[in-house]
């Protein structure tokens, strides 16, 4: 059964893992949403060639172009966001800090995927953080983006269980597993059901 899909634009700044588990759900005719552009700031993402491939609309806006001027840089992001038609945004691997004109212009309408239980370990290095802290479950966090790093509403997690033996690229492979299982769920849900209701509704996938 087809439904009307929402456009999404997917930005990227490597290989795409992420955004081929989106490609692959929104291919469903199911599935809300369409992919109407694929933007990197890294004209050399490995995730173009893959979304190429995929038949889908790509575009590169290299940051270095801009010097440290961040928000010029989103300027042109954004207007290529517009011209694409997107209605959604969903940031997957995009290594950028965003400035509050971007976070603000696509407010509630950009989502973001966390390699960590939230609010625990923001930012980077997240599976040498967890196991330096010696936790017991970690895991993925999609939520909305907002001006603080990770610091936007949540609307879904998934959990792994850390084992004895596990080193950060054995747990951030198992992590990853379930951010390709856990992205395409939180966005379905979102688009079908926005707004998020406060308290965000999570869902919370052990794997």
């Excluded at 801009?66 to 207007?79: D, L, P, Q, S």
């Excluded at 971007?102 to 390699?115: C, E, K, S, V």
């Excluded at 033996?165 to 379930?178: E, M, N, P, S």
Aim: hydrophobic letters at 45%; a neutral charge.
């Amino acid at each position: 059964m087809s439904v009307e899909k929402t456009p999404i634009a997917i930005l990227i700044s490597g290989r795409g893992s992420n955004a081929t588990a989106l490609i692959r759900a929104c291919e469903d005719p199911s599935f809300p949403a369409r992919i109407c552009l694929v933007l990197s700031n890294n004209p050399d993402a490995p995730g173009l060639e893959m979304a190429k491939k995929a038949g889908l609309r790509t575009l590169a806006i290299n940051h270095r172009d801009f010097g440290k001027n961040r928000e010029a840089h989103e300027r042109a992001v954004h207007t290529a966001l517009t011209e694409a038609g997107a209605q959604a945004i969903c940031l997957a691997g995009y290594m950028r800090l965003l400035t509050p004109f971007l976070t603000g212009a696509w407010a509630g309408r950009m989502l973001n995927i966390h390699p960590s239980l939230l609010p625990v370990f923001p930012g980077l290095h997240t599976h040498e953080r967890a196991l330096q802290a010696g936790v017991r479950v970690h895991g993925c966090t999609v939520h909305l983006v907002t001006e603080g790093m990770d610091e936007g509403p949540i609307l879904g997690q998934a959990a792994v269980p850390v084992l004895p033996d596990d080193t950060a690229d054995i747990l951030g492979a198992r992590v990853l597993k379930q951010e390709h299982q856990l992205y395409p769920q939180v966005l379905r849900h979102f688009l079908l059901q926005r707004p998020v209701s406060a308290p965000a509704e999570c869902a919370l996938l052990v794997g």
